[in-house]
């Protein structure tokens, strides 16, 4: 099992550009997660999902947007970037316990927005 | 909302000596508190995690408790070694919000040779 991938590693994008952040896991979890972390800071999170086609707010949900058409796949887009969305992000998914079950992180994407 | 606040932010120990981080929430409903490790440039991994229907859990040289009167828990690392050092966060489950987890900012443990 590869668990949670994401993609890509590292991104620079310009003020008001626009992307998404890829995120993959192949252990059949229903339910998957999409936090930030900021230097120095623990973990927010943007968005999550319970199974496919349900997705819900997180702490900090502004200036971003989630689908989720499939179990494996739930990516992160981001409209308009903004120089405060300069963080890591990272994916994570859990088995049926939901976020009270142990949760996978993928090995992070680092955005800086200039 | 709920809060969860960790300490301290920076903890360094002698090597073979014990470490203690400290978390307190907010959330009297929170059910669920785990807390995670990451190395430098890594992922966050769980090592532990208790239940509010437990007092204490222990795994080899890792044990954490909880006082649900007093809202808080804690790490505890006996025996450290050199690959304890990482930054460690601590979360609860927030009833609010589906029982989403609310992170603490983490605590960077140096263990000195």
């Known amino acids: 099992n590869a668990g949670v991938t994401q993609t890509p590693k590292f991104r620079i994008l310009k003020i008001g550009q626009s992307m998404t952040l890829q995120c993959t896991q192949d252990?059949?979890?229903?339910?998957m997660y999409w936090y930030r972390q900021d230097p120095g800071m623990g973990l927010k999170l943007i968005y999550y999902s319970v199974g496919a086609g349900i997705t819900d707010k997180g702490e900090v949900p502004n200036g971003y947007n989630v689908s989720r058409s499939t179990t494996e796949d739930f990516p992160l887009r981001l409209e308009l970037a903004a120089p405060s969305q300069t963080s890591v992000y990272f994916c994570?998914?859990?088995?049926?316990?939901?976020?009270?079950?142990?949760?996978?992180f993928g090995p992070g994407t680092r955005l800086t927005v200039l | 909302g709920e809060n969860v606040e960790q300490h301290p932010s920076t903890l360094s120990v002698q090597e073979g000596d014990s470490a203690v981080i400290k978390c307190t929430y907010s959330d009297s409903a929170s059910n669920y508190f785990p807390w995670y490790k990451q190395e430098l440039g890594k992922r966050p991994q769980l090592i532990i995690d208790?239940?509010?229907n437990v007092g204490e859990k222990k795994d080899q040289r890792i044990a954490v408790t909880l006082n649900k009167t007093a809202k808080h828990f804690s790490l505890h690392i006996t025996e450290t070694q050199p690959e304890d050092s990482a930054v460690y966060f601590c979360a609860a489950s927030w009833s609010d919000s589906n029982y989403q987890l609310i992170w603490g900012a983490g605590t960077k443990l140096i263990i000195k040779p």
């Open positions: 208790i239940r509010s």
């Open positions: 252990m059949n979890h229903n339910y």
């Open positions: 994570a998914s859990s088995h049926i316990g939901g976020p009270t079950d142990t949760q996978y």
